[in-house]
């Protein structure tokens, strides 16, 4: 599966493995980029095809509309981000499993980390062969010196975009009666800034919290957390994308 593709790609010779007969595709006039860099890949037809997960105990079908891709590739095909929407389906990456509920339960697909490897790797494989056919010397000269200069620009950004705080701060009392109830102003805001955000904090005190013992009864509907786990399962951490 691909989340980055918005349509659903079916390779010519992946149909030929199918021995699937010709006289069901349809005209496509579906272009896409992504193979070769500044190219257009126009497909060479479209059908529609059963997509079935699961077992003959347990399995989900839908009808999927695919585009034929004239070449080569590592996959047999690729099904974009909205067959995710149809099967209700959740793809975690780093298990390589795929997750979607059944007539009688979840389904598991699971992939293999040596076929993904080789698929990869053939898909590179592949792609650089079709962009030395596709673009002349020159051009390949052009993309070369232009990917060097991304390159040169990414590693000159920063590392970090988070939040910073101002370097000087200063501690200012909120409460009018306890002294370690304070909030930090930065020391550099323009004075009438100062001045209105002071006034604010200190006819608004009372708003503001600095221990849960601060916040008693709050409501349970209005917010809480729970954990929609089976009693006795350890919870693990997903994996960030």
Not at 85 to 93: G, N, P, R, W
Not at 106 to 131: H, W
Not at 152 to 158: A, E, G, H, Q
Request: some cysteine; aromatic content about 8%; hydrophobic content about 40%.
């Amino acid at each position: 599966m691909d989340r980055g593709s918005g349509l659903n790609l079916i390779y010519e010779v992946t149909l030929d493995k199918m021995q699937f007969h010709r006289s069901r595709v349809e005209q496509s006039y579906a272009t896409f980029r992504g193979i070769i860099p500044g190219k257009e890949v126009r497909c060479s037809g479209r059908l529609t095809l059963d997509v079935v997960f699961g077992t003959l105990e347990n399995y989900r079908s839908k009808e999927l509309l695919f585009h034929i891709v004239p070449s080569h590739n590592g996959y047999h095909a690729l099904l974009g981000p909205d067959v995710f929407t149809m099967f209700q389906a959740i793809l975690h990456y780093g298990y390589m499993k795929l997750k979607l509920l059944g007539p009688n339960g979840v389904i598991t697909i699971a992939s293999d980390l040596d076929r993904a490897f080789l698929a990869e790797n053939t898909t590179t494989s592949l792609s650089l062969v079709a962009l030395s056919k596709a673009l002349a010397p020159e051009e390949l000269t052009t993309l070369r010196t232009m990917v060097d200069r991304d390159e040169v620009v990414l590693s000159k950004k920063p590392k970090s975009t988070s939040f910073k705080p101002a370097d000087k701060t200063v501690k200012f009392q909120v409460h009018p009666m306890d002294p370690n109830k304070t909030a930090s102003i930065g020391t550099q805001l323009d004075p009438a800034v100062d001045e209105a955000l002071r006034t604010f904090l200190c006819e608004n005190w009372d708003i503001f919290a600095w221990h849960p013992s601060d916040m008693p009864g709050i409501p349970r509907r209005l917010t809480e957390h729970s954990l929609n786990i089976i009693k006795g399962f350890k919870p693990v951490k997903q994996a960030l994308p």
